[in-house]
């Protein structure tokens, strides 16, 4: 289904403490990806998700001393692929890893993905999609079942099978993550990627070795008890999407599940972390 997106154009004073409280804010209330300027941050909402009322969360930012401002644009479907062909360069994730589109050169690395994104969540640029690439990096899952919860454009999962994985499962509620990730498997050359479109209803009832999930705080602590049934002993769970302030959330409900966190990235307040079973 084609979909409509509004692009909030945001400029923000002081701009490096105030983008990430904004960003923040933001995220909360179902933005799905930032682009940073150099005065502030371009914000994307689906517009079934848009009300005006949202710009009402950051009225108590302007009264603790920001000053923000902001102008609204439409952006048709057939319009995505210009904004993020505008600004999708290639990045490349310690000398290991690239990700690039089809349209950039190709990059001299062990592991080069090409990521068409779309309207679809994940090239790499974002902090959480950097940090879980990284811990794939540091933890290559070669010869494990995988599950990837929230793939976006499937990013995660193709890295996963060039690591060696070799039962995939790509999960995401959005139809359009759904196509792009199918589209992306097969630019990628993936065969033990199984994708689907759904929620936690589609994780088939077996064991994995290793799940990712990138998601946001509040569906994770709500599928925190379900990765824990389903990672096998000596397992690895790696979440992001949260922030800093959240980690002891997200630490108390793995604990009372049996998963207890070995270590954590932080990247510009955004948090990706491991745990164990």
Known sequence: MAVTYIQLNLTIQPVESGREVVLAVLSELGFE???????GLEAYIQESDWTPDLLDALYPLSENGFDIGWSLLAIPPENWNAVWESDFQPIVIEDKCAVRAHFHDPIDVPYELVITPKMSFGTGH???TYMMLNYLLQHPPKGHSLLDMGCGTGVLAILAEK?????INAIDVEPWCYQNTVENIATNGCKNIT???GDRSQIPPKEFNTILANINMNVLLLDIPLYAEQLKEDGSLFLSGFFTQDIPAIESKANQYGLKLVDFQNKDNWVAAHFKR
């Not at 990806?33 to 005065?39: A, D, G």
């Not at 690591?163 to 039962?167: E, I, K, P, Q, T």
Request: proline share 6%.
């Open 33 to 39: 990806s930032f682009i940073e300027r150099e005065h």
């Open 163 to 167: 690591l060696g994985a070799v039962s």
């Open 126 to 128: 974002h902090q959480t």
């Open 195 to 197: 994708p689907a479109e």
